[in-house]
Nanobody, 118 residues
Framework: QVQLVESGGGLVQAGGSLRLSCAAS????????MGWFRQAPGKERELVAR????????YYADSVKGRFTISRDDAEYTVYLQMNDLKPEDTGVYYC???????????WGQGTQVTVSS
């Protein structure tokens, strides 16, 4: 079992940057694939980025390629999402997830709000 706590969200102007963090409890963190999802108002939750348990095999949604970077620090039990050149359409609640499948979804954090103003 792992518990996830996201932080780093906030209000930022278009073109700005934010770094989200997801702190995990549990010694098995380094065995899980990790992912960041987001849910915009009135839309379904979508996968934004994922990273494999070994730190490789990253994936990015087309809408964030070249702007977002996912990384993990197993020594700190933390996964990050660096978001640059933010756009208003990046607005939403961002969730961290851990799991065994390629698209992780066994464990979820509570979410952190990101709002990008134009």
């Amino acid at each position: 079992q792992v518990q996830l706590v996201e932080s780093g969200g906030g209000l930022v102007q278009a073109g700005g940057s934010l770094r989200l963090s997801c702190a995990a409890s549990g010694r098995t963190f380094n065995k899980y694939n990790m992912g960041w999802f987001r849910q915009a108002p009135g839309k379904e939750r979508e996968l934004v980025a994922r990273i494999g348990w070994s730190g490789g095999n990253t994936y990015y949604a087309d809408s964030v390629k070249g702007r977002f970077t996912i990384s993990r620090d197993d020594a700190e039990y933390t996964v990050y999402l660096q978001m640059n050149d933010l756009k208003p359409e990046d607005t939403g609640v961002y969730y961290c997830a851990a799991g065994w499948n390629w698209v992780p979804g066994d464990y979820w954090g509570q979410g952190t709000q990101v709002t990008v103003s134009s």
